[in-house]
């Protein structure tokens, strides 16, 4: 199995909602990563977990909250989201440990609108 | 600091014409090189990447690229390029020891019949 999977494919949410994004590997990858991506746009990292610790946060609101429950899932909570996150989130993950020398797997993405 | 620079944001081109695509770099310490695909509504693939060693490296779908440190760019080659190749194309770099993957703009490869 080399896919990384993400739930659901597309989203559209309220500004007083409360959502979760998933994200699932079985590679045995140890480093996973969210990413976001305008519509023409390149992707952005978000958070990278690296043996299930934050090891990057870019910054991100607080309103956008990551998880990892364990090494094979990955979760983005959103809560109070605005219409300008609406975008393409992406999951990806790779075997892990310093230094990205090796490829990112990349989810289909998970297309985010918020009304 | 790295920056990633694709100079251009679109190229349309024949099918069975080559094509190149371009990408410099920025970076204060070493990096590693990278260049992605993404077809519509899809995620990202890798195409080839650069770590060390030979300049010239050769990647999926018939894909080269070659790395240049004096002019520091890594140009992405084809030399007959297919409607199926049609999709957006990323260039990234990673400074090394660093899980942080900083992605060009990307160039839009149009390749019409």
């Known amino acids: 199995d080399t896919e990384v999977t993400q739930t659901p494919k597309h989203l559209v949410m309220g500004m007083t909602n409360k959502k979760s994004l998933k994200c699932e590997q079985h590679?045995?990858?140890?480093?996973m990563y969210w990413y976001k991506q305008k519509a023409k746009k390149p992707p952005e990292l978000m958070f990278v977990?690296?043996?299930?610790?934050?090891?990057i946060n870019e910054s991100v609101p607080s309103r956008f909250s990551p998880e990892c429950p364990n090494s094979s899932l990955l979760n983005l909570h959103l809560h109070a989201l605005q219409p300008e996150d609406s975008a393409l989130y992406l999951c990806?993950?790779?075997?892990?440990?310093?230094?990205?020398?090796?490829?990112?797997?990349f989810g289909s993405g998970t297309q985010l609108s918020v009304l | 600091a790295q920056s990633v620079t694709q100079l251009d944001s679109q190229v349309p081109v024949f099918e069975e014409a080559p094509v190149e695509l371009r990408c410099n770099y920025s970076?204060?310490?070493?990096?590693?090189l990278f260049w992605y695909v993404q077809y519509p509504n899809q995620g990202l693939q890798l195409l080839l990447k650069?770590?060390?060693?030979?300049?010239l490296v050769k990647g999926i779908n018939g894909f080269e690229a070659e790395f240049n440190k004096s002019q520091t760019s890594f140009h992405l080659r084809k030399p007959s390029v297919h409607i199926s190749d049609t999709a957006e194309y990323f260039c990234?770099?990673?400074?090394?020891?660093?899980?942080?993957?900083?992605f060009g703009a990307g160039t839009r490869l149009a390749v019409h019949p």
């Open positions: 590679m045995g990858h140890r480093a």
């Open positions: 990234a770099v990673t400074p090394r020891g660093y899980n942080k993957l900083i």
């Open positions: 650069y770590l060390s060693g030979s300049t």
């Open positions: 970076s204060s310490v070493s990096v590693y």
């Open positions: 977990y690296s043996y299930e610790k934050l090891s």
């Open positions: 990806a993950s790779s075997q892990g440990g310093t230094g990205l020398n090796e490829k990112l797997f």
